[in-house]
């Protein structure tokens, strides 16, 4: 199993950037999928995840400003930030608690990160 993000970059302090998350292998099912980020000399810490039953949770610093969503067709999970500030600029990075096909066993996987930095 894979889990290929991307959509980072940089960008202007009020702007907006969508990141992309993808899981592939084989997987029978995603029971959860969330992004989490690293800012330099900070712990890594949940920016916002979606159940498989579409419940979603979010950091209060990103409430009203970051929209989740995940397309389940196609193990795909989305984080679109609006009104980016300074303070958002980290490593974003992809997480999934998924089941492979044949094993009973719920397994944590993590994508490669992705970049973000706002800035003027």
């Known amino acids: 199993v894979q889990l290929q993000a991307s959509g980072g970059g940089l960008v202007q302090p009020g702007g907006s950037l969508k990141l992309s998350c993808a899981a592939s292998g084989s997987i029978f099912s995603i029971k959860f999928m969330g992004w989490y980020r690293q800012a330099p000399g900070k712990q890594r810490e949940l920016v916002a995840a979606?159940?498989?039953?579409?419940?979603?949770n979010y950091a209060d610093s990103v409430k009203g400003r970051f929209t989740l969503s995940r397309d389940n067709a196609k193990n795909a999970l989305y984080l679109q930030m609006n009104s980016l500030k300074p303070d958002d600029t980290a490593i974003y990075y992809c997480?999934?608690?998924?089941?492979?096909?044949?094993?009973?066993?719920?397994?944590?996987?993590w994508g490669q990160g992705t970049q973000v930095t706002v800035s003027s």
């Open positions: 979606i159940t498989s039953d579409g419940i979603t």
């Open positions: 997480n999934a608690h998924l089941w492979r096909r044949g094993v009973d066993t719920l397994e944590d996987y």
